[in-house]
């Protein structure tokens, strides 16, 4: 098993930005791939083997619960503040400088991709759902009520509103199942989802032991590489030993030191939910955006020559450098060490502050220093942008290799693709 895997000037220009953006959007999916919260004792459980577990996690059909997560994701990047909104693509609006929604679960969920969060969740059958980031000063939630979804944040005052959520775009559509945005898992169970939607040879799984979480008693499933060459050291899923629901997620790097994302229940209750938890009416004076407009606007501003069979998993930020002029994407090797190689346009690298193809911002300029490893081989001569759990190689003659491996591991594919 391995992690989950998805199936001009002005272009140059763009190329300058994208890159490190989207090494960040491949670490934020490749967690929808890795301790905050502590557990307590280790309670006598029957004996059970991680085959009979894994069916135990599948077989669950908890329809109805409740309860608050605590989500801690550390990938290792540098503190950019607001710099990283100066030059990252569609910052602060859209294309045409108009501004979008700040409700938009799309763009505010992806927020859970660094930091700590605490998020309140419930849920009540297929059709009702509700998940809630919570902060010291405001509150932004998303609440799907049978063919109604809202969003709120309470800190603009903006809502974001679909109809039918099956004809909303992919910002809304997957707030139909309960689920958030494809690649922004929020809860442990969406989490272990993600691991053990495959298995196979390069992956080893064993029943490490039992934990207390949330005050209920679970076992201790443990998922880690067989492959040397991993960036990840492995995965534990705490599991209810009653329902079979993952209570826990933590994801620690084969380098040691702190989870590079770590979620589990603080507090979780099976029982219904009040109906009047799925009730929404936005509030006085707030502004509302409805999903098709978005959808509009995106596919208006869509690039003319987006691939058609384009991976539907593929990070946003992927998928827009794919349509502006990166093609050939392909996957080398297989498990938790394969990695995605694509080219960019213009058959170059990245430019640099003094380079002739142009000068680039010297925000832009220091978010690439500040993440770059300069390295050679075979293939001539590239840099190496890294996190605690996904590295990209960009090499000078405009070839990206990029995975949840080392280094090493990016370097030795570029050899071998010469």
């Not at 994208?18 to 090494?23: E, K, Q, Y």
């Not at 603009?156 to 494809?182: C, F, I, L, M, V």
């Amino acid at each position: 098993m391995a992690p989950y895997e998805s199936e001009s000037a002005g272009r140059r220009k763009a190329t300058r930005y994208v890159v490190p953006v989207a090494v960040v959007g491949v670490a934020a999916a490749t967690i929808g791939l890795v301790p905050a919260l502590a557990d307590s004792g280790n309670p006598d459980l029957p004996k059970i083997s991680a085959q009979q577990l894994i069916e135990k996690i599948a077989k669950s059909d908890v329809q109805q619960m409740s309860g608050t997560v605590k989500i801690s994701t550390d990938l290792g990047l540098p503190s950019l503040g607001g710099m990283a909104g100066g030059f990252t693509p569609g910052a602060g609006g859209s294309s045409d400088g108009k501004a979008g929604s700040s409700a938009d679960p799309q763009s505010k969920l992806t927020e859970l991709a660094t930091g700590t969060h605490t998020l309140r969740i419930a849920a009540d059958g297929s059709d009702r759902h509700k998940l809630s980031v919570l902060d010291s000063a405001a509150e932004y939630s998303v609440i799907h009520n049978g063919d109604e979804v809202w969003a709120y944040d309470s800190a603009s005052n903006e809502a974001y509103h679909a109809k039918d959520a099956a004809a909303a775009g992919d910002r809304a559509a997957k707030h139909r199942k309960g689920e958030t945005p494809k690649g922004v898992p929020a809860t442990p169970k969406e989490l272990a989802d993600e691991v053990l939607k495959a298995s196979g040879k390069t992956t080893s799984i064993s029943v490490e032991g039992t934990s207390q979480v949330a005050g209920r008693d679970a076992y201790k499933l443990l998922v880690k590489p067989k492959q040397a060459g991993s960036t990840v050291g492995g995965i534990t899923i705490s599991v209810d030993a009653k329902t079979g629901v993952p209570l826990k997620f933590t994801l620690t790097p084969a380098g040691g030191g702190k989870a590079v994302v770590d979620a589990g229940f603080t507090k979780v209750d099976f029982s219904k939910p009040a109906a009047s938890t799925f009730d929404f009416t936005p509030p006085k004076g707030a502004k509302v955006t409805e999903g098709d407009d978005l959808k509009a606007r995106d596919k208006s501003h869509a690039p003319k020559d987006m691939p058609k069979d384009m991976p539907k998993d593929m990070p946003k930020e992927l998928r827009v450098a794919q349509g502006g002029g990166m093609k050939d994407l392909k996957v080398i090797g297989e498990g938790w060490t394969s990695i995605a190689e694509l080219k960019l346009p213009g058959g170059q690298g990245l430019p640099t502050g003094g380079s002739a193809s142009g000068d680039v911002p010297p925000e832009a300029q220091k978010f690439m220093d500040a993440l770059g490893d300069h390295v050679t081989g075979k293939f001539g001569s590239g840099t190496v942008f890294s996190t605690r759990l996904v590295n990209a190689l960009v090499t000078d003659d405009g070839k990206v290799y990029a995975g949840a491996v080392t280094k090493d591991a990016l370097v030795k594919a570029a050899n071998a693709a010469q």
